[in-house]
């Protein structure tokens, strides 16, 4: 049977719709499974070797001239306001908008806060924009102390006493010097570091910072909580603490959880030690609690600092840090439902 393109196209030239049903019809009976367009490419198989190629391409530029028909008739509907048939009925509940998920480095967020709330801890946030005084002086990191390379900073260029924070632990000494003990805190944000070595590295990133002040508070106590915490979020009950230095603490440590060792991943995520490195921390430096009146022959305390994205890669399986930055929705939407 011969098909007469030119009145399939006229057909679709001259066709009209006022409601959104109507347009929905037109393309069932083109596009559909036992549309029209469905029909012609059947034909195809009796159509003579020669010609089948000008028939493809004439199928394919009816087919295009449908679509565009129905973009055409959606767009003129949207534009004369709405579909005509839906009335006026303003009441009518709108079309379910589409639900975003969290971040993942959110969902970590707030499950460290969940963990340490329950014992007693608080939130306290301070700012992202900093003077020296809160994220260095005031930490026992002295003027000009190497220690302050340690973190690479981001100065603001008429003010060098202002910078972004590199640590939530400048939350530290806004608590201190606003509260009395006890003092039982935790601060999760955002910090910033100068520390552009390679596009792996980021500037920005996000931290919870720790902070028990009171009388008598020990070493033992440090560990305990940390344990409590490894044992609440990783599911792991060994932690050991490994030697460390930071200006405001004293002693100071590293923490690492015993993760295992029993299949690749495990080995990849601790470079085939089991263990894997997940804080810093250490007693709170007398010179720290007097910067910021508090007494330190009376009260003693202990502070923890941890990386999020760490962990949210660690808790996710997220190969790659850049994941956690770029908004990829794809990526992003593989976290919904996941509060
Ligand atoms: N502020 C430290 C860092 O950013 C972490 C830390 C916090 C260490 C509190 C000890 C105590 O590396």
Known sequence: MEINFESLKAQVRDFTADTADEIEAFRVAWLGKKGKLRDASAQMKSVAPESRKSFGQQLN??????????????????????????????????????????????????????????????????????????????LNFPPEHPARDMQDTFFIEKNPDIALRTHTSSVQVRVMES?????????????????????????????????????GVTFADLKQTIAYFA???????????????????????????????????????????????????????PNVLEASGI??????????????????????NIGDIRLLFENDVRFLNSFKGAW
């Not at 009441?91 to 963990?115: A, F, K, M, N």
């Not at 007494?295 to 996710?316: C, H, K, L, Q, T």
């Open 231 to 285: 044992e609440a979020f990783f599911g792991k009950t060994e932690i050991r603490m490994r030697p460390s230095y930071f200006p405001f603490t004293e002693p100071s440590a590293e923490v690492d959880v015993y993760w295992g060792l029993e299949n690749e991943t495990d080995y990849r995520i601790t470079k085939g030690t089991g263990w894997l490195e997940i804080m810093g921390c250490g007693m709170v430096d």
């Open 61 to 138: 530029a009816l087919k295009a001239e449908v679509n565009e028909k129905i973009e055409g008739l959606k767009n003129a509907l949207a534009e004369a306001g709405g579909d005509k048939s839906a009335g006026e009925d303003l009441t009518r509940p709108s079309g379910q908008e589409p639900l975003g998920s969290r971040h993942p480095v959110s969902l970590v967020r707030r499950e460290i806060e969940d963990i340490f709330k329950r014992i007693g801890f608080s939130v306290a946030e301070g700012p992202e924009i900093e003077d020296d005084r809160h994220n260095f002086s005031a």
């Open 295 to 316: 007494d330190p022959e009376v009260y003693s305390g202990y502070a923890f600092g941890m990386g999020i994205e760490r962990i949210a890669m660690n808790r996710f």
């Open 179 to 215: 509260q009395k003990p006890p003092i039982r805190i935790i601060a999760p944000g955002r910090v910033y570091r100068n520390e552009a070595v390679s596009s792996r590295s980021h500037c920005i990133f996000h931290q919870v910072e720790g902070l028990y002040i009171d009388k």
